[in-house]
């Protein structure tokens, strides 16, 4: 069966940090590539980091860059998101998804596309208070 399952949210004050973990069973964990995603009340769900566990290729939306560090554990099948700085505007549910290596993903912002992610998870809170 195939999970990813996310943890680590919960709230914080604004610059404070929080470290997601997401693990990953049930697939070849080397053969995807695994993105982190977040979405706000009434708002779309927007790409926020990707990182290529094969090659070590890490993507970041513009607004976390400088702030947040995607990272792979191949060992444990496990990615990281460790976000520092945090803002208000980063509340939301933190997903994480496992697209195919095989999908082109250098091009045109291609890793922010939710419709190449295969499999996902629940989804973890985190909320940023002001």
């Known amino acids: 069966e195939v999970q990813l399952v996310e943890s680590g949210g919960g709230l914080v004050q604004a610059g404070g940090s929080l470290r997601l973990s997401c693990a990953a069973s049930?697939?070849?964990?080397?053969?995807?590539?695994i993105g982190w995603f977040r979405q706000a009340p009434g708002k779309e769900r927007e790409g926020v980091s990707c990182?290529?566990?094969?090659?070590?290729?890490?993507f970041y939306a513009d607004s976390v860059k400088g702030r947040f560090t995607i990272s792979s554990d191949n060992a444990k099948n496990t990615v990281y998101l460790q976000m520092n700085s945090l803002k208000p505007e980063d509340t939301g549910v933190y997903y994480c998804a496992a697209r195919p290596k095989t999908l082109p993903i250098f091009l045109l912002r291609r890793w922010t596309l939710r419709n190449d992610y295969v499999y996902w998870g629940q989804g973890t809170q985190v909320t940023v208070s002001s």
């Open positions: 049930g697939f070849t964990f080397n053969d995807y590539a």
């Open positions: 990182v290529s566990s094969s090659d070590g290729h890490t």
